[in-house]
């Protein structure tokens, strides 16, 4: 998933969140509203009503929870898929530095299909990419 897709999936679970949060709160309210209420006043019509909406509350509460957790998880797999498909030597280009294990620090000179030229300061050398760094004999 891109960025921007993703972007409006987390603007959306923040949204869900906040939904969710202001209906908890006025249930929780009409809840204490209602515990606090006389006995008799609870068994009245105007209790009734108040119990009605705690129960309706509570029903509209449930799916929102459970949307915002799964665009929770949707945005967590996303974003290990988007860490998976990462290359970090796609960036890599002349004029960035390595390092080879013995030789020290180097410049890339350049990158050709499967082959990257370092200069150091002995010598220019070529390896085979991105095998260089993946066996350890380059980083970054």
Sequence with gaps: ????????????HDLLQEVYDDLEMVRDEEEEAYDNMPEGLQESERGDMMQEAIDALNEAIDPVETAAD?????????EEEEAMDYDPFEALKPGDKVKHKTMGAGTIKSIEGKYITVAFPEKEMK??????????????
């Design 127 to 140: 390896f085979l990419f991105p095998d260089a760094f993946t066996k350890g004999f380059l980083s970054l």
């Design 1 to 12: 998933m891109n960025t921007k897709r993703l972007a409006v999936l987390y603007k959306c």
């Design 70 to 78: 799964e665009l929770d998880n949707l945005c967590a797999e996303a």
